[in-house]
C-alpha cells in the first residue's frame, strides 16, 4: 500500500460546527503532516507528527487541533472555523527524516479534503 | 521565508523543453521537485541530496548547486502530461520542517 488516505473528500460546515477531517497509512512512515493550500497557491505547513508526537506547530490558530491516535493515523479536528479557512487540506506522510535523506524518499501526499465554511 | 521559484508560469508546445529555477535565500540542505494536477495531490517527483547533484526522472531531470542555494528542473521534449504546477521545496536543516517553493504554472498544448 502506498497511499494515504484522506476522508473525506469534500466537507462544508457552518462557522459553529465541529468537524474532523482523517488521514490513514499503511507505509510505515513515522513522520505525518498536515498541510493548508489556498487556490493558486503552495501548501503551507500546518503540523507536523514524529512517532506520534507533535513535533512542529506552525502558530495554527487553535480552532484547528491535530491529533495522531497511532502509527498510521492522523486526525485534524475543526471547531469555529472561519470562512478565510476554507482551502484543500492535504496530508502527508514520510520515513523519519534522516531515512528520507539516507534513502531518497519523499513524501506522500494523500489527495486532499476540499473545506468550505459558509 | 520559502524558496522562489521562476518563471512563474510558462506555456509550451507538445516537444519543447523547459528550465523551472529554484532559489532560496537559506541554505538547502535537500532539494525535492514535486508536481501537482488541479484538483490533485502533489506528487513527488525526485530528491537531490547534495550540491551538484543532478538526477534523472524519465526525460525530467534536476540540479542543485549547494553554493548558490538553486536548484533547477529540466523538462525536455515536453508532453501534454506534463502540465501542472511545479513546486521545489526543502527541509529546514535537521528538522521535519518541510517548506514548499512559490511554484510554477506548466502549460504543455498540443
Known amino acids: 500500500d502506498t497511499e494515504v488516505t484522506q476522508t473525506p473528500k469534500h466537507l462544508v460546515m457552518g462557522m459553529t460546527n465541529k468537524k474532523s477531517l482523517k488521514c490513514e497509512q499503511h507505509?510505515?512512515?513515522?513522520?505525518m503532516y498536515w498541510y493548508k493550500q489556498k487556490a493558486k497557491k503552495p501548501p503551507e505547513l500546518m503540523f507536523v507528527y514524529s512517532y506520534e508526537k507533535l513535533s512542529i506547530n506552525e502558530s495554527v490558530p487553535s480552532r484547528f487541533s491535530p491529533e495522531c491516535p497511532n502509527s498510521s493515523l492522523l486526525n485534524l479536528h475543526l471547531h469555529a472555523l472561519q470562512p478565510e479557512d476554507s482551502a484543500l487540506y492535504l496530508c502527508?506522510?514520510?520515513?523519519?527524516?534522516?531515512?528520507?535523506?539516507?534513502?531518497?524518499?519523499?513524501?506522500?501526499f494523500g489527495s486532499g479534503t476540499r473545506l468550505t465554511v459558509v | 521565508q520559502q524558496p522562489v521559484q521562476s518563471p512563474q508560469a510558462v506555456i509550451l508546445r507538445e516537444g519543447e523543453d523547459a528550465v523551472i529555477n529554484c532559489s532560496s535565500s537559506?541554505?538547502?540542505?535537500?532539494v525535492h521537485w514535486y508536481r501537482q494536477k488541479h484538483g490533485e495531490a502533489p506528487v513527488f517527483l525526485m530528491i537531490?541530496?547534495?550540491?551538484?547533484e543532478q538526477k534523472g526522472h524519465e526525460k525530467i531531470s534536476a540540479s542543485f548547486n549547494e553554493k548558490k542555494q538553486q536548484s533547477s528542473l529540466y523538462l525536455t521534449a515536453s508532453q501534454l502530461s506534463y502540465s501542472g504546477t511545479y513546486f521545489c521545496?526543502?527541509?529546514?536543516?535537521?528538522?521535519?520542517?518541510?517548506?514548499f517553493g512559490t511554484g510554477t504554472r506548466l502549460k504543455v498544448l498540443a
Open positions: 502527508a506522510s514520510s520515513h523519519a527524516k534522516d531515512r528520507v535523506l539516507s534513502g531518497g524518499y519523499g513524501y506522500t
Open positions: 537559506k541554505a538547502l540542505y535537500s
Open positions: 537531490l541530496l547534495k550540491g551538484g
Open positions: 507505509m510505515g512512515h513515522r513522520a
Open positions: 521545496g526543502s527541509r529546514e536543516g535537521g528538522t521535519y520542517k518541510y517548506i
